[in-house]
């Protein structure tokens, strides 16, 4: 089973909101990835976590908060977005992270920003 | 900088017929995977095939496979008997050494377009 799964499936929500987005992977994966990714483009690494630590923070705006409260559950929390936030975010698993793994993608969120 | 290139930004076929999508990549590693992922207008990005840069036999899964060159670091994506489901953008991934150990750098893609 190379299931990740994603809450919410769409959300919108306004500039002075605080919403989390939700990912969670029962493969036994120890890395998990959020991405960015606009329409018609490549997703964009936002975090990695390895080992329930963030490994990599790609100089994310800090209205974006990871956190990753165990090893299959993965939060962004957002707070206070702008319009260009909107995007469909994309959370990913891997066994571990490095040259050799195969990262899992779930369905994403699609963030609407007003 | 190392990068992934995808030199067709858009790709059309004729349903039962066969395709082949392009991918150069850059990198100063020796032993690494390269992958194929496709993207269906329901958004979910869906492993198609993987590549192990060690491995002299390309890479096959039913009707896809992998023309793998590793000394001019290409590496391209053929689809047998296109269906309809193969309509999607697919993106070439090669996963980055030195201090990004492992993030996953993305070609710009490809918009494949199946025809009946």
Not at chain 1, 15 to 29: A, D, I, P, R, V
Not at chain 1, 30 to 42: E, V
Request: hydrophobic letters at 30%; charged letters at 20%; glycine letters at 4%.
């Amino acid at each position: 089973d190379t299931e990740v799964t994603q809450t919410p499936k769409h959300l919108v929500m306004g500039m002075t909101n605080k919403k989390s987005l939700k990912c969670e992977q029962h493969m036994g994966h120890r890395a998990m990835y959020w991405y960015k990714q606009k329409a018609k483009k490549p997703p964009e690494l936002m975090f990695v976590y390895s080992y329930e630590k963030l490994s990599i923070n790609e100089s994310v705006p800090s209205r974006f908060s990871p956190e990753c409260p165990n090893s299959s559950l993965l939060n962004l929390h957002l707070h206070a977005l702008q319009p260009e936030d909107s995007a469909l975010y994309l959370c990913a698993s891997s066994q571990d992270s490095g040259l050799q793994e195969t990262q899992y993608f779930g369905p994403g969120t699609r963030l609407l920003v007003l | 900088a190392q990068t992934v290139t995808q030199s067709q930004p858009e790709m059309s076929v004729q349903e039962a017929e066969t395709v082949t999508l392009s991918c150069t990549y850059d990198t100063s590693e020796s032993d690494y995977y390269l992958f194929w992922y496709k993207q269906p207008p329901s958004r979910q990005m869906i492993l198609v095939i993987r590549q192990e840069a060690y491995k002299q036999q390309n890479a096959t899964e039913n009707r896809f496979s992998v023309n793998f060159q590793k000394a001019a670091k290409s590496f391209s994506l053929k689809i047998s008997d296109s269906q309809l489901g193969d309509a999607a953008m697919y993106f070439c991934a090669y996963p980055a050494g030195g201090t990004s150990y492992g993030k996953l750098t993305f070609g710009q893609g490809t918009i494949l377009t199946v025809h009946p």
